[in-house]
């Protein structure tokens, strides 16, 4: 039972056009969510986050979505830069527990 | 410099022989957990500690063990290998469980043969 779900295994985009990567969660316990992203060789780093309080967090080009009542968030790059190009995985934690989505890779075109 | 640091990054191994992958860090963070990255499976966790001497399992935790003797350190240890061991490894620590952000180790890649 998957219960952080990121349905697209991959992305690719134009450079300097939007990103925006999907995630629904079905677990309603969760209250906190996570983006992360990795590059090759290295471990998962934090990109940005949300609580269930708010519907919208903004970082700099990063913007996170939380829509409740459909148990979905996106994350939204703009501008998507070459530099992004890495895999995003999405994550959800609450009632004691941590779950992560399986990834999204996103690749950014010059 | 902040981090989390596992050793060692590439391990090949043969069934049945322990070994234990060591994770640091210097943070003084009270959550530390190891997480196993396979194709298609996303991040799933093995093993969780919520303080020194606080250890529970996740959602992947058979064939693992893990000790947390002391605040900054957190192995994972294998007692006799599989090969459906055979994965990446991710130590990951933060300052509270729930709504605090994971800081990730650079991976241990392992081969059980």
């Known amino acids: 039972d998957q219960q952080v779900k990121q349905n697209s295994p991959s992305l690719s985009v134009q450079e300097g056009r939007i990103s925006i990567l999907n995630c629904d969660y079905t677990?309603?316990?969760?209250?906190?969510f996570l983006w992360y992203k990795k590059y090759p060789a290295e471990g998962p780093t934090f990109l940005i986050s949300i609580s269930s309080i708010k519907d919208k967090n903004e970082d700099g080009r990063f913007t996170v979505f939380l829509n409740k009542s459909a148990k979905h968030l996106s994350l939204h790059i703009v501008p998507s830069q070459p530099g992004d190009s890495a895999v995003y995985f999405c994550a959800a934690s609450g009632a004691g527990k941590s779950t992560f989505g399986d990834g999204t890779t996103l690749t950014v075109k010059p | 410099e902040a981090q989390v640091t596992q050793n060692p990054r590439y391990l090949i191994t043969v069934t049945g022989k322990k070994l234990t992958v060591t994770c640091s860090q210097n943070?003084?963070?009270?959550?530390m957990s190891w997480y196993r990255q396979d194709p298609g499976l996303g991040l799933r966790q093995i093993y969780y500690?919520?303080?020194?001497?606080?250890?529970d399992k996740g959602d992947v935790p058979e064939g693992y063990k893990v000790s947390r003797k002391e605040k900054r350190n957190f192995p994972l240890i294998l007692e006799s290998p599989s090969p459906n061991q055979t994965s990446l490894y991710f130590c990951?620590?933060?300052?509270?469980?729930?709504?605090?952000?994971?800081?990730f180790g650079n991976g241990t890649r392992l081969t059980v043969t």
């Open positions: 990951a620590s933060s300052f509270r469980r729930e709504d605090s952000p994971l800081h």
């Open positions: 943070m003084n963070h009270e959550y």
């Open positions: 677990n309603s316990m969760f209250d906190y």
């Open positions: 500690s919520m303080n020194v001497e606080v250890t």
